[in-house]
């Protein structure tokens, strides 16, 4: 059984496998004082852990905040792939971008897997980093002219290295036609940014953790405003917390949140090759091994971890449980070899309208705030590049990717103005929900541990009953936009569909881009 975790540290119920096999990441105190610096960078993930480090190295004296610890949020609920094969695929990337930018994307990504490695290199950090192929490889019924196809475009974009094979030819594993992509490679995340964080502070930086932002302010200075009321003023702002909370409506608009699943299973050590692997059918699948050292005895390990991820969908369009048990199926029935399920969880993406996420200034803002987000399922390569990215805009420097990460760019092609209006369509129809009953008639019927939105009136209540049979009340409104939140019984949160802010089961957030809790709100008799 997964072992139980400081809700502070991470943003669901479900552990991920990265927490039990790494130590525990340092924790700070709260910013208590009013201070200043060169930058403040909002978000103790693996983009915001990279921006204060690369602008420290840089010799920028750097504050960076987290509301709850680091790694609390996505970074914490990843697999972990660093790869230049992209979701969307070349093929679709050269339409929406032309041949230039789908170069630039495959550059980009392929420079963060060699920013990562030398960062692991230069700061000594002990974290399973490791070169390895990748393959991309079809379902059953799948196409092959999909491949080849992506083959051709992969070879435009630059990357001359990827290659069609019959088979991967891996040990465990029968691909089946596939792509292979050299030159990828992983990590342990846990343990990376535990790097990051000493290496940040060893530079003179200085890190807060349960530390709430409320406000950002550009100008001359820029600054930010926590709960408590303290600021930290600065020259620039990087905003790098998954949503940006910062930017109410437009960043909103051009990308929409996804649940998506991952286990970490056990098989005999040397049974399946260490690789990654990805599939093509919508839902998709990604697969990958992290070795273990040791079993929970202190004894050498005789077997692996198989990460399994995937069965995406949009937040509140379905049940996350009946997912997670898909992608169970999916991997007992692909990977025989598995023994024993330790972890299973379910994290958050976001997915932008066109396909590539977003890192520069915020298009809303001064000239001095920057976001990164809209990774794509892509957070380790993207944190990375973006904050690459963003370190050479505050700098001053000239970076080939500035446009093609732009957050106000305008993608005016059909495919990607289709999904901006299926997804701001389907945004709309979720506001209907505040016209509709509830999911159930009373509190009576609602299981002890689970929760349910009640109809009251002209509003909706959102009732938790935890395990003791006692129900806990508050707003079933999203502070964001107003949206009706759904209950999430896999994670035990309160979800928005709209654009994906997260409540804790007494309502208090999680995530944005909401940056306040439910309200308040009883049920009357």
Known sequence: MAPTVDPARTSGATVS?????????????PLRENTTADVVVVGGGIAGLTTAYLLGQAGKKVVLLEDG???????GRTTAHLSNALDEGYTVLEELFGAEGAQLAAESHTAAIAQIEQIVGVEHISCDFARLDGYLFLPKDG???E?????????????TGVEWLSDSGTKGFATGQCLRFPQQGQFHIIKYLNGLAA??????GRIFTRSHVTEVSGGSPASVRTTEGFTVEA????????SPFNDRVVMHTKQSPWRTYALAARVPKGAIATALYWDTPDPYHYIRIQPVESDEHGQPADYDLLLVGGEDHKVGEDDPQARLDCLEDWARTHFPQITAIDYRWSGQVLEPNDSLAYAGRNPLDSDNVYIITGDSGHGMTHGTLGAMLLRDLILGHPNPWESLYDPGRVTLKAESLKEYAKDNASVVADFTELLTGGDVAS???IAPGSGAVLRQGLTKVAVY??????????????????CVVHWNDLETSWDCPCHGSRFDAYGHLLAGPANSDLAPKSLSE
């Open 17 to 29: 496998s990265w927490f039990a096999t790494a130590a525990t990441p340092p924790t700070f105190a």
């Open 69 to 75: 610890e680091l790694a609390s949020g996505e970074s």
């Open 143 to 145: 196409n092959p002219q």
């Open 147 to 159: 491949l080849h196809d992506e083959l051709a475009a992969a070879h435009r974009a630059g990357l």
């Open 199 to 204: 290496a940040i502070t060893a530079q003179g």
């Open 235 to 242: 020259q620039a702002v990087v905003v790098a917390t998954n």
């Open 443 to 445: 509190a009576d019927d």
């Open 465 to 482: 009953k935890d395990p003791q049979g006692q129900t806990h009340t508050c707003s079933a409104i999203c502070p964001h936009l107003g």
